[in-house]
């Protein structure tokens, strides 16, 4: 059990296109989600916290209109990244959190972003 | 703010060695979890540590949190190549989740 899925895996795409990544709960209801970004041999960063129904909770430093997020059921959290530039490359990860277990966080298997 | 530093960063032992990771943080927490990652992968939940004095054994490893001393233990017992990966202890400040904030790792190689 508790299981988070993350679509796509790997994705390339041109600069000032926009990519959308999905992080799904597979088998449990996540009423939180987090969206981490990790860059290469580097810790990860916490981005932003989104809450089901709300709107996102953004880090200091974290540009709100770059990373769009949505969180619209308590299984599916989006992120997307408008106008993407090659500074934007990364590990993008993301975590929910079990309503039973709150005290876990299950991680997705990640998105690895490359911008051109 | 919450820092969260790890020692050491890069760790290179022999097999069948010990050796200890040290996590330390800035404030006052009593929830610690330990993650392996492999190169191009996700993170492997290790350990959840939610009070002081817990110690949690999985195998080679195993892990004490001393939230007194705001320190959290990785021992690593008769290494084996494949724990060789980096290893992050993160820290959940506020609530669960508000704020959890990574060390920035310890890269194990164990050689043969």
């Known amino acids: 059990g508790a299981v988070v899925s993350q679509h796509p895996s790997r994705v390339i795409c041109k600069s000032g296109t926009s990519v959308k990544i999905e992080c799904r709960s597979l088998?449990?209801?996540?009423?939180?989600m987090f969206w981490y970004r990790q860059f290469p041999k580097k810790s990860l960063m916490l981005m932003a916290t989104s809450n089901e129904g709300s709107k996102a909770t953004y880090e200091q430093g974290v540009e709100k209109d770059k990373f769009l997020i949505n969180h619209a059921s308590l299984t599916l959290s989006t992120l997307t990244v408008t106008s993407a530039h090659p500074e934007d490359s990364s590990f993008y990860i993301c975590?929910?959190?079990?309503?039973?277990?709150?005290?876990?966080?299950?991680f997705g298997p990640g998105t690895r972003l490359t911008v051109t | 703010e919450l820092k969260v530093e790890q020692n050491p960063l890069f760790l290179s032992m022999q097999e069948g060695k010990n050796y200890t990771i040290y996590c330390n943080y800035s404030?006052?927490?009593?929830?610690l979890y330990w993650y392996r990652q492999d190169p191009g992968k996700s993170l492997e939940s290790l350990f959840v540590l939610l009070s002081n004095g817990a110690v949690k054994q999985e195998g080679r490893l195993m892990a004490s949190l001393d939230t007194k001393a705001r320190l959290s233990t990785l021992h690593i017992t008769a290494a084996v190549h494949d724990l060789s990966a980096t290893y992050f202890c993160a820290v959940d400040e506020r609530d669960y989740g508000q704020n959890f904030v990574f060390g920035p790792g310890t890269r194990l190689s164990v050689l043969p």
């Open positions: 404030t006052t927490s009593d929830r």
């Open positions: 975590s929910a959190r079990d309503r039973e277990r709150p005290w876990e966080q299950y």
């Open positions: 088998d449990f209801q996540a009423t939180t």
